[in-house]
């Protein structure tokens, strides 16, 4: 139950000489430290830190997480952000200490069972997507989108040719745009029908030989599979460019369709999307990129290679690195032995250090081996099942512009009620959290006016999808008075953002 | 399927709704032939038996920092993690949720953040932090892109060679296509030298970056050299341990403009690198160039105190390919976890954690260099690792040996620093015992081999 006390700071709860976690006396014979240290580069006096009790510390972030919703506790439809159920398991996998303690320095023979684990895990993100090779060292989903376009600008750069423009749909995620500029590159906003397709007209207009990139969101934000798909990745390859793909919504296309297949020449994926690692609150995600064969030279190092190691102490055959067909995902044997591939001169280095997102990644491994084959492509079925079905049951009091089919998403429209009755998107927004339901993505794509952006999830069962459109419909015929106003049952109402904006107070003072 | 909901009546029942006769025809939009005719070549489901197993069998294929006792550094360290901050973060109420867009149901974490930012900057001795970035290495690229655009200064970005090798790297792929040359300035002592650093600034120069303590664990002259970057107009940006900050001078104090971490090591686990803390904190008058989420305090309708995402307009959502950074996913459970962390330690826990990796490592240090196979590649303090170097220059051998003999001994520093390839690196946490130390010196001493020289040993 929630605690209905207000939660202070912190730094108002801090009491002095208060102290939660003890340390063990020194047990080698101590100096002291302005005899160990120059006394130039030692602090005056300890950092300014709260002094608390552990009781205190606990009871005051359980009574924070109290504040929140989550996916644990709430239906989650935040649109283009593929808010489905984490599972438990996973979580338990990940804190296993033969995960969670190696140091990204131990040496490879020590880690063969995560490089294993890693190799696996690239091979089944190439056979989904339909592409050669993977690096998994991204961050996250816009940290591989500026990845693959540095791989995109090292490869042209190897080709002698000078491109400078990387194109982008109006409806795109914006990190797509700030990605491209700061891969170096120019972005040119290439625009969308209503219906949430590509110009066909003003892509023709905006292609030219200085195109580097198109990137491409698909099924895209409006939550439908672009029309022209192979028109656009031909149009674009006519004239030398590279199809990137905005991973950001394959939690749609599962063994359905592969990026690969469809045009595309390199994507990103969002693990903590698509295979269900946790949001934690804004993070981590992992951000893996798979590209074709002729890119596979420029990705970042290192890649997990894997070596079959029959005779002791003779040069081992190299593997095809990572680009093995799928087909030779024979069980493990100890013949076989993974290794770092440093050696790639063509390499366009590191965005990061160490490996990357191996906590993420573990979890991706064990969704998709939860899974298998048919259990994926039952996930993006259920997905687009239920979307549809809410967007069947919504599309009658609320305008779905795109039509009355969609993917895993869809994006319904306040414009008509904004204009008739002064309840705007964000009005709707704020309403639903009073009956228990976390708003949808809302105000994007920019594409649509009053945009409300639904992503069900393949976890929500028939009985909360029902749940949530009467809720909708009732909110709609709720007095335009009661919506502005709200919410009204949380622990805060709306906050005043200007305030904060204008006179920006972002820590607390001493 | 362990995670879907929908039974069989309900899918007919749902398809009726729609309008459609089968799951297939809700993919009609996807043109035929781009559809994939056949299953996915991947292993098949397994249960959670099945899964529990097979990973448990993976995770037993590695040796690990509970297995093996770790001296490995070069940032990224076994420290401990207190139990609150696994059964806090623990909590599907934050590790569930998302990012907080909508502020009346998100409360706890933005409180978290503002908490978080206000821990960060009193660490650092700044004005404001962001509310996260991926990483260290990457925090420290989007510093450097930060301290360009805000000083205008195309010309050249200068480091030296005692900042984290991969945190260079990172920088130079993140200038690759800027135009921005990249000049690293070489550290032969363990420590920048002044006169080396004056030499490479100039008034092209956009900023400088200061590692303390540096990657060879050596403590720099910081404030020296901070001034001969503010002198040619340049930025300072540090890359500072945020456990060494229980002992010394903050980064705000000896001069830095902004400062980045990597902050795993405040109640993270390593878990092979990732996913870690970028931690951020800059003087306001950079704030807006800052790339990330910042959290702010504010007033609801009612007057009530509470917290939002603000200042949003550098960011990519709003302001598109003229943002400050790409980023969008950040690193809130690690923040999370280090607000947590900090608020147990407090600062006399944190001066104590500080200390004892101080004092543990010295007596490592000495220790390990009574064996006159042993002798400290340089001459400058340290905090809380150091490098060792073998006059044997069989550091392979020496580390291969004494992982045998069950420690996670350094790390060979030869891969980074062909100069320094009879060269490790050696880190002592609070979590390591005298006795532990003291098993290492020994399984140190032991690693003979036939074609060796003469060891000549001390005792």
């Not at chain 1, 028109?231 to 950001?248: K, M, N, S, T």
């Not at chain 2, 038996?49 to 770790?70: F, P, R, W, Y």
Request: hydrophobic fraction near 40%; charged fraction near 20%; include cysteine.
């Amino acid at each position: 139950m929630r605690n209905s006390r207000d939660t202070k700071l912190l730094f108002e709860l801090s009491d002095k000489g208060c102290r939660a976690h003890r340390l063990p006396k020194c047990d080698v014979p101590e100096r002291s430290v302005a005899e160990l240290l120059p006394n130039s580069a030692l602090a005056d006096w300890p950092p300014a830190l709260p002094e608390l009790s552990e009781p205190q510390v606990v009871r005051h972030f359980a009574n924070l997480s109290q504040l929140n919703m989550s996916v644990d506790t709430h239906f989650y439809p935040l649109g283009s952000c593929t808010m489905k159920y984490n599972p438990k398991r996973n979580e338990r996998i990940a804190r296993m200490p033969g995960f969670a303690e190696l140091h990204p320095h131990q040496p490879e023979e020590t880690l063969q069972g995560m490089l294993q684990l890693l190799y696996e895990l690239q091979q089944y993100l190439q056979e989904i997507s339909g592409l050669d090779t993977c690096s998994l060292q991204p961050a996250a989903g816009a940290h591989g989108e500026l990845t693959a376009l540095l791989v995109a600008a090292a490869y042209f750069r190897d080709l002698g040719e000078k491109r400078t423009k990387v194109l982008v749909p109006d409806s795109a995620h914006g990190t797509n745009p700030a990605s491209a500029t700061m891969a170096g590159f120019d972005s040119v906003t290439v625009k969308t029908l209503p219906s949430g397709s590509v110009d066909m007209d003003d892509l023709r207009a905006k292609l030219d030989d200085q195109i580097a990139v198109f990137m491409i969101t698909n099924p895209n934000t409006v939550g439908i599979f672009e029309p022209n798909m192979s028109e656009i990745a031909d149009a674009v390859h006519a004239r030398g460019g590279l199809v990137y793909l905005d991973g950001a919504n394959m939690n749609a296309i599962l063994g359905i369709a592969r990026p690969g297949d469809f045009g595309a020449d390199m994507q990103h994926y969002n693990p903590h999307k698509t295979f269900s690692g946790p949001h934690g609150g804004g993070g981590p995600g992992a951000g893996p990129i798979c590209v074709i064969n002729k890119l596979a030279p420029y990705l970042p190092t290192p890649v997990v290679v894997r070596e079959r190691s029959e005779v002791r102490g003779q040069r081992s055959e190299k593997d095809t690195d990572t680009s093995a067909p799928t087909s030779d995902l024979r069980p493990p044997t100890p013949s076989f032995r993974y290794r770092l591939d440093y050696d790639r001169p063509k390499s366009i280095g590191r965005v990061r250090a160490f490996f990357g997102n191996t906590g993420v990644l573990v979890r991706a491994y064990s969704y998709i081996r939860t899974h298998g084959p048919d259990g994926l492509r039952r996930v993006s079925e259920n997905a687009v099942l239920n979307a549809n079905y809410l967007l069947s049951r919504v599309k009658h009091f609320l305008p779905v512009p795109q039509g009355d089919r969609c993917m895993h998403e869809f994006v319904a429209s306040a414009a008509k009620l904004k204009a008739e009755k002064g309840v705007s998107a964000m009005d709707l927004a704020k309403r639903l959290l009073d009956y228990g339901f976390h708003a949808p993505t809302v105000y994007f794509p920019l594409t649509v006016k009053e945009a409300i952006m639904v992503e069900p999830t393949e976890t929500e069962s028939k009985q909360t999808l029902d749940a949530f459109a009467e809720t909708l419909f009732r909110v709609i015929e709720e007095d335009a008075g009661l919506l502005h106003d709200a919410p009204h049952t949380t622990p805060i109402s709306r906050p005043d953002e200007v305030q904060a904006a204008r006179q920006p107070v972002l820590v607390w003072p001493e | 399927m362990p995670y879907l909901y929908n039974t069989a009546e309900d899918q007919t029942a749902m398809l009726a709704a729609i309008g459609v006769a089968s799951l297939d025809e809700l993919f009609a939009m996807i043109p035929a032939e781009l559809r994939l005719k056949r299953e996915l070549d991947i292993p098949p489901a397994l249960t959670e038996i099945e899964l529990t197993d097979h990973m448990t069998q993976l995770a037993a294929k590695n040796a690990h920092a509970g297995s093996k006792v770790c001296f490995l550094g070069g940032g990224s360290y076994d420290h401990f993690v207190p139990a609150v901050v696994d059964e806090i973060a623990g909590r599907g109420e934050f590790y569930t949720s998302y990012t907080p867009y909508q502020a009346e149901v998100s409360q706890g974490n933005l409180q978290v953040v503002f908490e978080y930012q206000t821990l960060i900057a009193r660490l650092t001795g700044l004005d404001v932090s962001n509310a996260s970035l991926y990483d260290g290495g990457s925090a420290a690229a989007e510093a450097v892109l930060m301290a360009v655009s805000s000083t205008g200064r195309y010309g050249k970005v200068v480091v030296p060679a005692s900042l984290h090798p991969e945190y260079r790297q990172t920088i130079a792929t993140y200038l690759l296509n800027l135009g921005v040359e990249l000049v690293t300035v070489g550290t032969p002592s363990g420590v920048v030298n002044p006169k080396d650093l004056a030499a490479a600034v100039d008034d092209t120069t956009a900023c400088i970056l200061i590692q303390q303590p540096n990657f060879f664990g050596c403590i720099e002259d910081a404030d020296a050299l901070a001034k001969i970057a503010h002198d040619a107009g340049a930025l300072v940006v540090a890359a500072f341990d945020p456990i060494s900050l229980g002992l010394l001078k903050r980064p705000g104090d000896w001069g830095a403009d902004i400062a980045i971490a990597e902050g795993h090591t405040l109640g993270t686990p390593m878990q092979y690198g990732g996913p870690y803390l970028g931690i951020m904190a800059c003087r306001e008058k950079l704030v807006r160039r800052m790339p990330g989420r910042i959290a702010g305090q504010t007033v609801d309708r009612r007057g009530k105190r509470c917290f939002v995402l603000t200042m949003q307009t550098r960011e990519q959502h709003i302001r598109r390919e003229k943002a400050t950074s790409n980023v969008c996913t950040n690193q809130g459970l690690f923040a999370l976890r280090a607000t947590i962390y900090l608020a147990l330690l407090g600062p006399e826990g944190l001066r104590e954690t500080a200390n004892l990796c101080l004092q543990k490592s010295r007596y490592a240090a000495e220790r390990l260099c009574e064996n006159k196979r042993f002798e400290p590649a340089f001459d400058a303090p340290t905090l809380k690792e150091f490098v060792i170097r073998d006059r044997q220059g069989r550091v392979d051998e020496l580390l291969a040996d004494a992982l045998d003999a069950g420690f996670l001994a350094g790390v060979p520093l030869g891969q980074w620093y062909p100069e320094l390839d009879d060269c490790f690196l050696v880190a002592v946490t609070e979590k390591r015992t005298k006795q532990e130390i003291d098993a290492l010196v020994h399984a140190l001493a032991k690693s003979q081999h036939p074609a060796a020289t003469e060891p000549v040993y001390a005792k």
